[in-house]
């Protein structure tokens, strides 16, 4: 039995007693009449029941759960605040004639809470600034033990499946918090359960990666209820986030890197920092390769360097699994990352 069904119930008889009361209303009010008021009542109380009881309380409960913790704490103090205030108010308005006396006191109270709360939520950083600058440094995100030189990076679900995130936090050169917000989890997990196989892998593999990273990263991985009211796509919440919060967002998505920047938000992505760590190879220079295959072109052989850079061969198609000396002829770097063109030694 579900807790609604006996809120329905519940509901049911509340009203039926109501509608049986209700013939006080009627000058003569028959026994036909008490049955059918009744009956109206319980009819009423079934159908309305969880309008009054669970469904306000399931959309306050799906509420704070996005909310972050900044708001609930900012909306506690505004609406103390508030009644604080309107609590000096109640002497005087208590005493003046019926029935103001009664309903003022009652309704300003409510008043003057929502009145701070809603205040303390929408100007929290402004009022938090104003009293003490360091307990914001001009973030909702930074937390009071934070040092004022610490930023955060936020994670974006292609950068969590692709994994090499974690083998660059553990050599050391990410010393910043790094934050995933809710809806890039949710994210992961709709990948990770879906039908088709290779998603559900990359989902997999990248509730894999996050779990490696809160274990094994040298600095914190947060999950964090920050998100952007009225927008659906996840990209765009980040995208708002990150400019919310004043940090980088960490990817390898395209689209997302050239979205990001045209709104003048910073983006740290993974493929230039891997191009940019390739061994440097110039046009002229010698080097010794294996060629592993043939290429598309006629007598092309392909061969690859260590950090996976693809080195296309003039007539190497006939030297296939073999160690050769070639040198550079071309070298040609593109937002996919770099290719190599190079022609046997004579």
Do not use: H
Request: with cysteine; net charge neutral; proline share 5%.
């Amino acid at each position: 039995m579900s807790v609604e069904f006996i809120f329905r119930l519940l509901g049911m008889v509340v009203f039926a007693i109501i509608g049986a009361q209700s013939r006080y209303f009627f000058e003569s009010a028959s026994a036909r009449l008490v049955i059918i008021l009744t009956l109206a009542g319980a009819a009423l109380g079934l159908l309305l029941a969880p309008y009054l009881t669970t469904r306000p309380f399931q959309w306050l409960q799906a509420r704070l759960k996005r909310m972050p913790a900044s708001k609930m704490v900012s909306g506690v103090i505004g609406l103390a605040i508030g009644l604080a205030v309107a609590a000096l108010l109640y002497p005087s308005l208590s005493n003046l004639p019926a029935p103001y006396g009664s309903v003022l006191p009652v309704a300003v109270s409510i008043l003057f809470g929502y009145i701070g709360l809603a205040v303390m939520v929408m100007r929290q950083q402004d009022i938090f600034n104003l009293i003490s600058p360091k307990l914001t440094s001009g973030t909702p995100f930074e937390s009071f033990g934070r040092k004022p030189s610490e930023t955060g990076l936020l994670l974006d679900t292609s950068v969590i499946i692709d994994g090499r995130i974690a083998d660059i936090c553990q050599t050391g050169f990410v010393r910043s918090p790094m934050l995933v917000p809710r809806f890039v989890l949710n994210e992961l997990q709709y990948i990770a359960d879906s039908a088709e196989p290779l998603r559900r892998n990359r989902g997999r593999r990248g509730l894999e990666v996050l779990r490696q990273l809160q274990e094994d990263a040298p600095v914190p991985v947060q999950i964090t209820d920050l998100d952007i009211e009225g927008v659906k796509s996840a990209d765009d919440k980040l995208v708002l986030l990150a400019k919310q919060l004043s940090i980088p967002i960490v990817t390898n998505d395209f689209n997302l890197n050239s979205v990001a920047r045209l709104q003048g938000v910073s983006v740290l992505n993974v493929n230039e920092l891997a191009n940019a760590i390739k061994t440097v190879i110039l046009p002229g220079e010698n080097i010794s390769i294996k060629i592993i295959q043939e290429g598309k072109e006629r007598d092309q052989g392909v061969a690859y360097l260590s950090d996976g850079t693809m080195i296309v061969i003039e007539n190497g198609r006939d030297f296939i699994g073999q160690n050769v000396d070639v040198t550079v002829t071309k070298v040609l770097q593109t937002n996919a990352g770099r290719m190599i063109f190079a022609r046997m030694e004579e």
